[in-house]
């Protein structure tokens, strides 16, 4: 029982390249998030997914899109990476909305 | 608008006494409230959770406490070890209303445990 997987780890962008990162389940949660995670701003939320087929806009959701084809993967693109991109990129899934979640180890990403 | 407030950015206690980390809410909306624990490199790591019908939630030596009316809850870690030393969240949600989806979080706390 891996949790919540990420993949990859890290990665560096020039400004303008494109990214997909992958997030995986298999805890059979109905719910996903994407996260992001910066110096003095906590955890602000990218995009969700409330089941499979289903996404849905954050707080902070501009420059960045999502599609959950499978229910056990959320997928966060970046069409055209800016270095305010920068940052720690975190998924996470709940069996219901409002209620514990948990999260991957994160993707460290730097646009440069 | 910050709906939950951490408002120590740090906190250092000595091994074996007790640690306490504050979180104060604004939306008297909020039904549900979790503590996560982060350590450098990371995700979130769930700790324990309290919901509003309740005032205190144990979990061995963590406890959660939950004050509705002062809209402030703290986590009380007894003892403490070094190996607590971490980033604690507060986070808040509405369980019943529109926006059921979401946890509200707190910009953490860092908390140093010194042997």
């Known amino acids: 029982n891996a949790g919540v997987t990420q993949t990859p780890k890290f990665r560096v962008l020039k400004t303008g390249q494109s990214m997909t990162l992958l997030c995986a389940q298999d805890m059979n949660h109905e719910y996903m998030y994407w996260y992001r995670q910066d110096p003095g701003m906590g955890l602000r939320l990218i995009h969700y997914s409330v089941g499979e087929g289903t996404t849905a806009k954050g707080e902070v959701p501009d420059g960045?899109?999502?599609?959950?084809?499978?229910?056990?993967?959320?997928?966060?693109?970046?069409?055209?990476?800016?270095?305010?991109?920068?940052?720690?990129?975190?998924?996470?899934?709940s069996y219901r909305g409002g209620m514990a979640q948990y999260f991957g180890p994160g993707t460290r990403l730097t646009v440069l | 608008d910050q709906q939950v407030k951490q408002n120590s950015p740090s906190l250092?206690?000595?091994e074996g006494r007790i640690s306490i980390l504050n979180c104060d809410y604004t939306n008297s909306m909020f039904d549900y409230f979790l503590w996560y624990k982060k350590y450098p490199a990371e995700g979130p790591t769930f700790l324990i959770s309290i919901s509003s019908?309740?005032?205190?939630?144990?979990?061995?030596?963590?406890?959660?406490?939950?004050?509705?009316?002062?809209?402030?809850?703290?986590?009380?870690?007894?003892?403490?070890?070094?190996?607590?030393?971490?980033?604690?969240?507060?986070?808040?949600?509405?369980?019943?209303?529109?926006s059921n989806y979401k946890l509200t979080f707190g910009k953490g706390t860092l908390l140093t445990v010194n042997p």
């Open chain 1, 64 to 93: 960045y899109n999502v599609s959950r084809l499978k229910k056990q993967n959320f997928l966060l693109g970046l069409e055209s990476a800016a270095p305010s991109q920068t940052s720690v990129y975190f998924c996470a899934s």
């Open chain 2, 12 to 14: 250092s206690v000595q």
């Open chain 2, 53 to 98: 019908i309740k005032d205190k939630n144990e979990d061995g030596r963590f406890t959660v406490f939950l004050n509705k009316s002062a809209k402030h809850l703290s986590l009380h870690i007894v003892p403490s070890q070094p190996g607590d030393s971490a980033v604690y969240f507060c986070a808040a949600s509405d369980r019943s209303g529109g």
